[in-house]
Nanobody, 127 residues
């Protein structure tokens, strides 16, 4: 059974940076597309970033484009989310997700596009 464990969340001031990590155990990580989503209280889970199996293709919504960078290290079974220029509206629980279809064929993604999930890590940005 594939397990995803996120880390790296915390409290940061506006304008600061954080790097989230997600380690995937079991399964064929190097074949999976991976993504990050976030959910703030009272809001739906929203797409933040996605990366293809090779790392050659990435996708971001306009809300984080230019500030967030997704990357992966296949030998380490790890996907990262580097978050810069953080804003209070970035405050949410951030979730790592995986998709056994390794290619990215859309410009945006829904939670239902990903089949397995981590437990989430809290990111709080103070003003």
């Amino acid at each position: 059974q594939v397990q995803l464990v996120e880390s790296g969340g915390g409290l940061v001031k506006a304008g600061g940076s954080l790097r989230l990590s997600c380690v995937v155990s079991e399964g064929a990580f190097s074949e999976y597309a991976m993504g990050w989503f976030r959910q703030a209280p009272g809001n739906e889970r929203e797409f933040v970033a996605a990366i293809s199996w090779s790392g050659g293709t990435t996708r971001y919504p306009d809300s984080v484009k230019g500030r967030f960078t997704i990357s992966r290290d296949n030998p380490k079974n790890t996907v990262y989310l580097q978050m810069n220029s953080l804003k209070p509206e970035d405050t949410a629980v951030y979730y790592c997700a995986g998709n056994t279809r390794g290619w990215l064929t859309s410009s945006t993604y829904r939670p239902t596009d990903f089949g397995f999930w981590g437990q989430g890590t809290q990111v709080t940005v103070s003003s």
